[in-house]
């Protein structure tokens, strides 16, 4: 599988964004997609993640803000991005776990300024 995200870019605080991430297949039998950030000297953290029996799941810093969800007949994965705080500036990547393998795309900037 390969993945690719896109869509980050420049917001204010309190505006939105709406990154995408573009799987190379079908994306309908996937069990676990999910979005993860990075910042500078910091670990990737999950952001949301979307699994086929359980549903969604997200951190609690980004919960009531952020919703993530899935289009199988496009095979795309997005993220909606509410109330954008400072703190949500960072690396978005995307991921799916198939076959017990994790796969990754690149990352999108995100950069929220206040």
């Known amino acids: 599988v390969q993945l690719q995200a896109s869509g980050g870019g420049l917001a204010q605080a309190g505006g939105s964004l709406r990154p995408s991430c573009a799987a190379s297949?079908?994306?309908?039998?996937?069990?676990?997609m999910g979005w993860y950030r990075q910042t500078p000297g910091k670990q990737r953290e999950l952001v949301a993640t979307l699994t086929r029996r359980i549903g969604t799941n997200y951190a609690d810093s980004v919960k009531g803000r952020f919703t993530i969800s899935k289009d199988n007949v496009k095979n795309l994965l997005y993220l909606q991005m509410n109330s954008l705080k400072s703190e949500d500036t960072g690396v978005y990547y995307c991921s799916a776990r198939l076959d017990r393998i994790d796969y990754w795309g690149q990352g999108t900037q995100v950069t929220v300024s206040s």
């Open positions: 297949g079908s994306i309908s039998s996937i069990n676990v």
